[in-house]
């Protein structure tokens, strides 16, 4: 409100794009409808929400085919090739124990994954509280399977540099 009570016009969008100002100081924009391919407001490009959709399943069914059914051979393949390199103790036990974090969640995401069947099958609603739990043990699944393969992978990579010199003498 102004001074003297009147009630003070929003400026226009424009006018906010130069001043750099939140648009919520500005007039609010508006978000393109549902279907369409995506929306611009003066320099502001938004995707649609079909888009925001279909990216944020994409992902997450990554996530999922990564943490549930490609982690486990992936952190034992690794875990292995790391223990036949003989790496430093600290790097295998940081592998062993992401690995055992790994199959703790991997084990309570198939126990939860049970309840929730159990849910579905009697044609109740699996619970919130359940449906999170399930999403947390995925991505712990995958964050642990990730981090074993990237130790694995960047302990493999200075091993396999290192060979290539560990015949040369340092010049004097």
């Known amino acids: 409100m102004a001074s003297n009570g009147s009630v003070r016009a929003r400026p226009p969008l424009t006018s906010c794009l130069r001043r750099r100002t939140w648009p919520s100081q500005c007039q609010r924009i508006a978000r393109p409808p549902l279907g369409t391919i ?3 407001v003066g320099r502001l490009s938004y995707p649609s929400r079909l888009e925001h959709t279909v990216l944020m399943t994409t992902i997450a069914d990554f996530v999922f085919a990564v943490g549930i059914f490609a982690g486990p051979p992936l952190v ?3 875990c292995v090739l790391l223990l036949v390199t003989r790496q430093p103790r600290w790097v295998l036990v940081t592998a062993v124990a ?3 974090v790994m199959a703790i969640a991997w084990v309570t995401y198939w ?4 309840k929730a069947f159990d849910y579905a099958d009697t044609y109740r609603p699996v619970p919130l509280a359940l449906d999170r739990a399930s999403n947390i043990a995925i991505a712990v699944c995958f ?3 990730v981090l074993v393969a990237a130790l694995g992978a960047s302990r493999l990579a200075v091993r396999w540099s290192n060979r290539h010199k560990s015949g040369l003498v340092p010049s004097t």
Do not use: H, V
């Open 38 to 40: 995506g929306g611009t």
């Open 76 to 78: 034992l393949s690794t």
């Open 98 to 100: 992401l690995s055992a």
């Open 111 to 114: 126990y939860l994954w049970g």
């Open 143 to 145: 964050t642990s399977s």
